[in-house]
């Protein structure tokens, strides 16, 4: 008997459909009607048998997925670090610098560009540098005419909008002048330049731009320490040699600002900002790191605590913090180590107990103790972050580079990730096979006894049939 026709339209719960076994577009069930058995659920516990290796290999697989997703968030994070690390080491970090402070910064802000005289200027504004300015009535032309404004040409189309036109001229990149429509037939003309020699001189008819009103412009006037001086701009260069003044106020009824100039040092905001960045980074890296190497697997999950007690983790942790406290090779005592300048895990204050923090290994700057040692001896600051960020770099890049030991590890995973692939494939097509073969031993069953009955019931009824019967 063919097995292709073996079907049935009872709707029985102990059906077993071969397409929903291998895909196909077969309708053969397999109902038990014949055998009384639950082929459906004989098939699905067996196969359940036989899938189990897959299982494993696929929990293996996504297992090591996870474990290279968190390698690689923490090569990246390592990057990071390295570049944080390497910047706090940078020698131009402790370039000179002169600090600059005015005593009134919303009249008069400075700023030293080198070479500037170290002490204290007296500052006093009685002017400030303004513009040349001039208001002229807009009336739209009946034909396109050309106009000069300031140094610059333009062309009023017949019938152009005021605000057209004043965009043109302010989009102009090579305009000696900007302009403002006040209302609908007035513009404001103003020297894109400051200083009494500025100019926004208008050639125009009458009868489309007609002037109403002008004002020249204006240059500041100030005293540097007695000495009068003016300038065309708010802007000056050559008051105080090495300073750069902004004037934005006149000081005529507060008196004069005080401007002081201090030695040549590094910067230490700078300084403090890229330490500061640094540690930021470090306390990210360690915590992330601890975070996997406390996560317990999960019988039911296998892409958690992958990375659980990872040796090769917890020696890069130990190789981070010991670089932490090792002092630079050839440097002082007391000016040698990331403690001495105020890097470290903190300490306990009084009697109080130790920070969990500090346990974990989290580094705190005291800017107190950064900025008495820069003060006092910053060359040797430059001499301890040069040394350690160099070693420093060194062990982190071990980790964290293109060729180093985590992009090592992910390759190998990543190989075995593909092996694991193929051996999945090639055992998921053998379990379609199998599915298939039993879903036809199944069906050849029910066939053969569905037949027998048959004949058996046609005995039956033939010898119920005979005489005497």
């Known amino acids: 008997m063919s097995t292709g026709s073996v079907s049935s339209s009872s709707g029985s719960s102990t059906g077993y459909s071969l397409s929903s076994l291998t895909g196909s577009s077969s309708s053969l069930q397999i109902t038990g009607l014949a055998s009384g058995l639950d082929t459906n659920q004989i098939i699905t516990e067996e196969m359940a048998i036989y899938k189990q290796p897959v299982t494993n290999l696929q929990n293996q697989q996504s297992g090591l997925t996870a474990t290279n997703k968190a390698l690689t968030s923490i090569q990246q994070e390592l990057q990071t670090l390295s570049a944080d690390a390497l910047a706090v080491g940078d020698p131009t970090l402790f370039k000179s610098q002169q600090s600059v402070t005015s005593s009134d910064p919303t009249r008069v802000t400075a700023t030293s560009a080198s070479g500037a005289g170290v002490g204290g200027y007296q500052v006093s504004i009685t002017k400030l540098a303004n513009s040349a300015q001039a208001t002229y009535g807009y009336a739209s032309p009946s034909s396109d005419t050309q106009v000069t404004v300031g140094t610059g040409q333009y062309t009023i189309k017949a019938g152009e909008s005021i605000q057209d036109f004043v965009d043109s001229i302010n989009s102009d990149q090579n305009g000696s002048v900007y302009a403002s429509a006040t209302n609908s037939n007035t513009i404001v003309f103003s020297s894109r330049a400051t200083g009494a020699s500025s100019s926004a001189a208008v050639t125009a008819p009458t009868s489309i731009l007609n002037p109403e009103s002008s004002k020249p412009g204006?240059?500041?006037a100030f005293n540097v320490d007695g000495t009068d001086l003016t300038s065309s701009s708010n802007t000056v260069t050559n008051a105080i040699g090495g300073v750069t003044l902004t004037l934005t106020g006149v000081t005529t009824s507060t008196g004069p600002i005080t401007v002081n100039v201090g030695a040549p040092a590094p910067n230490q905001t700078n300084i403090s900002g890229a330490i500061n960045t640094f540690v930021t980074q470090y306390n990210k890296v360690i915590s992330d790191i601890q975070t996997q190497l406390s996560q317990q697997?999960?019988?039911?999950?296998?892409?958690?605590g992958t990375l659980y007690g990872d040796p090769e983790l917890k020696d890069l942790l130990t190789s981070m913090r010991s670089m932490m406290y090792s002092p630079g090779s050839g440097l002082?005592?007391?000016a040698a180590t990331m403690d001495d300048i105020g890097v470290s895990t903190g300490a306990t204050t009084g009697s109080g107990a130790v920070s969990q923090s500090a346990l974990d290994g989290n580094l705190t700057l005291d800017a107190?103790?950064?900025s008495n040692m820069l003060t006092s001896?910053?060359?040797g600051v430059k001499a301890i972050l040069g040394k350690w960020s160099s070693s420093f770099v060194n062990v982190v890049d071990g980790a964290s580079d293109s060729g180093g030991t985590i992009a090592s590890r992910m390759a190998g995973d990543n190989s075995q990730i593909s092996t694991l692939g193929?051996?999945?494939?090639?055992?998921?097509?053998a379990l379609t096979d199998k599915q298939n073969f039993l879903v036809q031993e199944f069906a050849q069953l029910e066939a053969a006894l569905s037949s027998n009955q048959s004949q058996s019931s046609w005995l039956t009824s033939q010898l119920a049939s005979l005489p005497g019967a």
């Open 377 to 379: 001896n910053a060359s």
């Open 332 to 334: 002082p005592a007391g």
């Open 368 to 370: 107190t103790a950064l």
């Open 297 to 304: 697997p999960s019988s039911s999950d296998p892409t958690q």
């Open 218 to 220: 204006q240059d500041a």
């Open 422 to 429: 193929n051996q999945i494939s090639s055992m998921q097509s």
